[in-house]
């Protein structure tokens, strides 16, 4: 399968900063890509859809001026936490999908303090 | 709309013994894939399988398989002779083909396997 990077895969932060977390595809180009949100013992939460090119699609519930996404090209896709809060300490999953096939990155753990 | 029920929350078996993950989907397309994903603590997914929606024969892989029934909406997983590295939470998720492929995930089956 294609392998999928998220930088940073770790990071802690003060809170009202911005965080910045990269997903990147060295194998494979991606038209979508998702984002999830998974909180401390629950499911993975589909946060928004975002297709290269166009502004992304987010969920009810999640508010698109504080988790940008910019899909920046078929093999990146970056997710901005915006003055980030305590509530928003989660682990975040990119998705990166094309033509039916489907690769999960690893994983960014944020903690906000 | 698209949904997947894990109804088990959380199961303990000994060592050795054989266990079943329940997986149960709704969709309203009738083509579709369904996944399932085991995650250990390190949070990484790990991907054990995907099976089309047309494809309704069982799979084994080692200790592992799968049983589709299209009739009941189910996908559940069974380990075979479990092994303490089993222990992770397992995810079951289903993706609609026509939809963008996202994938919508079950609540998940926290596993313990006690030596």
């Known amino acids: 399968g294609a392998v999928v990077s998220q930088h940073p895969s770790r990071v802690i932060c003060k809170s009202g900063t911005s965080v910045k977390i990269e997903c990147r595809s060295l194998?494979?180009?991606?038209?979508?890509m998702f984002w999830y949100r998974q909180f401390p013992k629950k499911s993975l939460m589909l946060m928004a859809t975002s297709n290269e090119g166009s502004k992304a699609t987010y969920e009810q519930g999640v508010e698109k001026d504080k988790f940008l996404i910019n899909h920046a090209s078929l093999t990146l896709s970056t997710l901005t936490v915006t003055s980030a809060h305590p509530e928003d300490s989660s682990f975040y999953i990119c998705?990166?999908?094309?033509?039916?096939?489907?690769?999960f990155g690893p994983g960014t753990r944020l903690t906000v303090l | 709309a698209q949904k997947v029920t894990q109804a088990q929350t959380e199961i303990s078996v000994v060592e050795k013994e054989d266990v079943t993950l329940d997986c149960v989907y709704e969709?309203?397309?009738?083509?579709?894939?369904l996944f399932w994903y085991k995650q250990p603590p390190s949070g990484e997914l790990v991907f054990l399988i995907r099976?089309?929606?047309?494809?309704?024969q069982n799979e084994i892989s080692g200790r592992y398989s799968w049983n589709f029934q299209k009739s009941t909406s189910s996908f559940n997983f069974t380990i075979t002779a479990s092994q303490v590295v089993d222990s992770a939470v397992y995810f079951c998720a289903l993706s609609e083909l026509n939809r963008d492929d996202k994938i919508i995930f079950g609540k998940g089956t926290r596993l313990h396997i006690l030596p």
């Open positions: 998705l990166m999908a094309e033509g039916g096939e489907q690769f």
């Open positions: 099976r089309n929606s047309f494809d309704e």
């Open positions: 194998d494979f180009q991606a038209t979508t």
């Open positions: 969709t309203r397309d009738t083509t579709y894939y």
